[in-house]
T-cell receptor, first 112, second 115 residues
Framework: QKEVEQDPGPLSVPEGAIVSLNCTYS??????FMWYRQYSRKGPELLMY????GNKEDGRFTAQVDKSSKYISLFIRDSQPSDSATYLC????????????FGTGTQLKVEL | DGGITQSPKYLFRKEGQNVTLSCEQN?????MYWYRQDPGQGLRLIYY???????QKGDIAEGYSVSREKKESFPLTVTSAQKNPTAFYLC??????????????FGPGTRLTVL
Protein backbone atom coordinates (compact mmCIF):
# COMPACT_ATOMS: atom_id res chain seq x y z
CA GLN A 1 0.00 0.00 0.00
CA LYS A 2 1.33 3.42 -0.92
CA GLU A 3 1.69 6.00 1.84
CA VAL A 4 -0.31 8.52 -0.19
CA GLU A 5 -3.13 7.32 -2.45
CA GLN A 6 -4.63 9.50 -5.14
CA ASP A 7 -7.08 8.73 -7.95
CA PRO A 8 -5.17 9.35 -11.21
CA GLY A 9 -8.25 10.40 -13.18
CA PRO A 10 -8.50 11.81 -15.73
CA LEU A 11 -11.21 14.10 -14.39
CA SER A 12 -13.08 16.21 -16.93
CA VAL A 13 -15.38 19.06 -15.85
CA PRO A 14 -17.10 21.98 -17.61
CA GLU A 15 -15.82 25.52 -17.12
CA GLY A 16 -17.23 27.09 -13.97
CA ALA A 17 -17.69 23.80 -12.13
CA ILE A 18 -16.52 23.15 -8.59
CA VAL A 19 -13.74 20.58 -8.60
CA SER A 20 -12.95 18.27 -5.71
CA LEU A 21 -9.61 16.48 -5.66
CA ASN A 22 -8.84 14.00 -2.90
CA CYS A 23 -6.06 11.96 -1.34
CA THR A 24 -5.75 9.55 1.54
CA TYR A 25 -2.58 8.85 3.48
CA SER A 26 -1.44 6.25 5.97
CA UNK A 27 1.53 7.82 7.79
CA UNK A 28 0.39 9.23 11.13
CA UNK A 29 3.63 11.24 11.38
CA UNK A 30 2.59 13.57 8.55
CA UNK A 31 2.04 17.11 9.84
CA UNK A 32 2.34 19.19 6.66
CA PHE A 33 0.23 18.65 3.57
CA MET A 34 0.79 20.21 0.18
CA TRP A 35 -0.89 20.49 -3.17
CA TYR A 36 1.28 21.00 -6.23
CA ARG A 37 0.05 21.82 -9.72
CA GLN A 38 1.98 20.46 -12.69
CA TYR A 39 1.41 21.49 -16.27
CA SER A 40 2.41 19.07 -19.00
CA ARG A 41 6.20 18.66 -19.32
CA LYS A 42 6.85 21.23 -16.57
CA GLY A 43 8.05 21.08 -12.98
CA PRO A 44 5.44 21.08 -10.18
CA GLU A 45 4.59 24.40 -8.54
CA LEU A 46 3.37 24.75 -4.96
CA LEU A 47 -0.29 25.66 -4.90
CA MET A 48 -1.37 25.28 -1.29
CA TYR A 49 0.00 23.99 1.99
CA UNK A 50 -1.72 23.17 5.28
CA UNK A 51 -0.36 22.42 8.70
CA UNK A 52 -2.21 19.71 10.63
CA UNK A 53 -6.01 19.57 10.36
CA GLY A 54 -8.17 22.37 9.10
CA ASN A 55 -9.03 24.47 6.08
CA LYS A 56 -7.04 27.03 4.15
CA GLU A 57 -8.40 29.26 1.42
CA ASP A 58 -6.53 31.16 -1.27
CA GLY A 59 -8.67 32.76 -3.94
CA ARG A 60 -10.56 30.05 -5.81
CA PHE A 61 -8.66 27.28 -4.02
CA THR A 62 -9.43 25.65 -0.65
CA ALA A 63 -7.28 22.97 0.93
CA GLN A 64 -8.77 20.78 3.63
CA VAL A 65 -7.11 18.23 5.90
CA ASP A 66 -8.86 15.80 8.23
CA LYS A 67 -6.16 14.01 10.22
CA SER A 68 -8.67 11.83 12.04
CA SER A 69 -9.63 10.15 8.77
CA LYS A 70 -6.27 10.80 7.04
CA TYR A 71 -8.02 12.59 4.20
CA ILE A 72 -6.73 15.53 2.13
CA SER A 73 -8.86 17.57 -0.25
CA LEU A 74 -8.43 20.43 -2.69
CA PHE A 75 -11.47 22.35 -3.93
CA ILE A 76 -11.35 24.60 -6.97
CA ARG A 77 -14.26 27.03 -7.43
CA ASP A 78 -15.25 28.55 -10.76
CA SER A 79 -12.83 26.27 -12.59
CA GLN A 80 -11.10 27.66 -15.68
CA PRO A 81 -9.48 25.99 -18.69
CA SER A 82 -6.15 27.28 -17.33
CA ASP A 83 -6.70 25.00 -14.31
CA SER A 84 -6.21 21.98 -16.60
CA ALA A 85 -3.15 20.26 -15.17
CA THR A 86 -2.08 17.38 -12.96
CA TYR A 87 -2.58 17.99 -9.24
CA LEU A 88 -0.22 16.26 -6.84
CA CYS A 89 -0.89 15.92 -3.13
CA UNK A 90 2.00 15.38 -0.72
CA UNK A 91 2.62 14.99 2.98
CA UNK A 92 5.60 15.09 5.28
CA UNK A 93 6.57 14.83 8.91
CA UNK A 94 8.87 17.12 10.85
CA UNK A 95 12.19 15.32 10.52
CA UNK A 96 14.25 13.24 8.13
CA UNK A 97 15.29 15.99 5.78
CA UNK A 98 11.73 17.26 5.33
CA UNK A 99 11.13 14.59 2.71
CA UNK A 100 7.86 14.79 0.85
CA UNK A 101 5.79 11.72 -0.03
CA PHE A 102 3.70 12.31 -3.12
CA GLY A 103 0.52 10.81 -4.49
CA THR A 104 0.46 9.73 -8.11
CA GLY A 105 -1.35 12.89 -9.21
CA THR A 106 -4.84 13.52 -10.62
CA GLN A 107 -5.11 14.78 -14.18
CA LEU A 108 -7.78 17.49 -14.48
CA LYS A 109 -9.24 18.87 -17.69
CA VAL A 110 -11.57 21.88 -17.60
CA GLU A 111 -13.50 22.14 -20.84
CA LEU A 112 -15.06 25.21 -22.43
CA ASP B 1 15.49 36.23 -11.13
CA GLY B 2 15.86 33.55 -8.48
CA GLY B 3 15.13 29.97 -9.42
CA ILE B 4 16.30 26.50 -10.26
CA THR B 5 17.93 25.64 -13.56
CA GLN B 6 18.05 22.10 -14.89
CA SER B 7 19.98 21.18 -17.98
CA PRO B 8 19.64 19.83 -20.50
CA LYS B 9 15.87 19.84 -21.03
CA TYR B 10 16.05 16.66 -23.11
CA LEU B 11 18.80 14.05 -22.92
CA PHE B 12 19.35 10.89 -24.88
CA ARG B 13 21.64 8.14 -23.71
CA LYS B 14 22.78 4.87 -25.14
CA GLU B 15 22.53 1.78 -22.98
CA GLY B 16 25.64 1.26 -20.86
CA GLN B 17 26.57 4.94 -20.68
CA ASN B 18 26.69 7.11 -17.59
CA VAL B 19 25.08 10.54 -17.89
CA THR B 20 25.03 13.55 -15.56
CA LEU B 21 22.05 15.85 -15.08
CA SER B 22 22.72 19.38 -13.91
CA CYS B 23 20.79 21.25 -11.20
CA GLU B 24 21.72 24.79 -10.16
CA GLN B 25 19.83 27.14 -7.82
CA ASN B 26 20.40 30.78 -6.90
CA UNK B 27 17.80 30.83 -4.13
CA UNK B 28 20.40 30.34 -1.37
CA UNK B 29 18.54 27.21 -0.29
CA UNK B 30 20.39 24.73 1.89
CA UNK B 31 18.48 21.57 1.01
CA MET B 32 18.27 20.05 -2.46
CA TYR B 33 16.43 17.00 -3.77
CA TRP B 34 16.29 14.75 -6.83
CA TYR B 35 13.11 12.95 -7.91
CA ARG B 36 12.14 10.85 -10.87
CA GLN B 37 8.64 10.89 -12.26
CA ASP B 38 7.14 8.00 -14.20
CA PRO B 39 3.59 7.78 -15.57
CA GLY B 40 1.21 6.52 -12.91
CA GLN B 41 3.83 6.54 -10.14
CA GLY B 42 4.08 10.13 -9.03
CA LEU B 43 7.40 11.55 -7.81
CA ARG B 44 9.88 9.24 -6.13
CA LEU B 45 12.86 10.53 -4.15
CA ILE B 46 16.30 9.50 -5.40
CA TYR B 47 18.75 11.49 -3.22
CA TYR B 48 18.65 14.56 -1.03
CA UNK B 49 21.19 16.86 0.56
CA UNK B 50 20.62 19.14 3.53
CA UNK B 51 24.05 20.81 3.56
CA UNK B 52 27.16 21.01 1.41
CA UNK B 53 29.32 17.85 1.32
CA UNK B 54 26.53 15.73 2.78
CA UNK B 55 23.73 13.75 1.11
CA GLN B 56 21.40 10.84 1.87
CA LYS B 57 19.76 8.13 -0.18
CA GLY B 58 16.10 8.41 -0.92
CA ASP B 59 13.68 5.61 -1.76
CA ILE B 60 15.18 4.61 -5.13
CA ALA B 61 18.91 5.46 -4.99
CA GLU B 62 20.22 2.31 -6.68
CA GLY B 63 21.96 3.08 -9.97
CA TYR B 64 22.32 6.80 -9.18
CA SER B 65 25.03 8.95 -7.59
CA VAL B 66 25.20 12.60 -6.51
CA SER B 67 27.65 15.16 -5.19
CA ARG B 68 27.19 18.41 -3.29
CA GLU B 69 30.45 20.35 -3.48
CA LYS B 70 28.75 23.75 -3.69
CA LYS B 71 25.57 25.04 -2.07
CA GLU B 72 24.05 26.04 -5.39
CA SER B 73 24.78 22.82 -7.30
CA PHE B 74 23.53 19.23 -6.92
CA PRO B 75 24.32 17.15 -10.02
CA LEU B 76 22.83 13.68 -10.50
CA THR B 77 24.65 10.91 -12.35
CA VAL B 78 22.57 8.13 -13.84
CA THR B 79 24.88 5.15 -14.10
CA SER B 80 24.74 2.10 -16.33
CA ALA B 81 23.61 0.15 -13.26
CA GLN B 82 20.20 1.87 -13.39
CA LYS B 83 18.05 -0.70 -15.16
CA ASN B 84 15.24 1.54 -16.31
CA PRO B 85 16.52 5.12 -16.49
CA THR B 86 14.03 6.56 -18.98
CA ALA B 87 12.01 9.08 -16.94
CA PHE B 88 11.39 12.73 -16.16
CA TYR B 89 13.92 13.93 -13.56
CA LEU B 90 13.08 16.80 -11.24
CA CYS B 91 15.35 18.76 -8.95
CA UNK B 92 14.00 20.73 -5.98
CA UNK B 93 15.38 22.93 -3.25
CA UNK B 94 14.14 24.22 0.08
CA UNK B 95 14.99 26.66 2.82
CA UNK B 96 15.58 25.15 6.26
CA UNK B 97 12.77 25.21 8.78
CA UNK B 98 9.42 23.55 9.23
CA UNK B 99 7.06 26.30 8.09
CA UNK B 100 4.88 25.21 5.20
CA UNK B 101 5.58 28.24 3.09
CA UNK B 102 9.19 27.10 2.85
CA UNK B 103 8.22 23.99 0.93
CA UNK B 104 10.18 22.46 -1.91
CA UNK B 105 10.58 24.57 -5.03
CA PHE B 106 10.99 22.60 -8.25
CA GLY B 107 13.02 23.11 -11.39
CA PRO B 108 11.67 22.60 -14.93
CA GLY B 109 12.92 19.01 -15.22
CA THR B 110 15.08 16.95 -17.57
CA ARG B 111 13.55 14.25 -19.72
CA LEU B 112 16.02 11.37 -20.11
CA THR B 113 15.49 8.77 -22.80
CA VAL B 114 17.64 5.67 -23.17
CA LEU B 115 17.98 4.53 -26.76
Amino acid sequence: QKEVEQDPGPLSVPEGAIVSLNCTYSNSAFQYFMWYRQYSRKGPELLMYTYSSGNKEDGRFTAQVDKSSKYISLFIRDSQPSDSATYLCAGRGTGGGNKLTFGTGTQLKVEL
Amino acid sequence: DGGITQSPKYLFRKEGQNVTLSCEQNLNHDAMYWYRQDPGQGLRLIYYSQIVNDFQKGDIAEGYSVSREKKESFPLTVTSAQKNPTAFYLCASKLPGLAGHNEQFFGPGTRLTVL
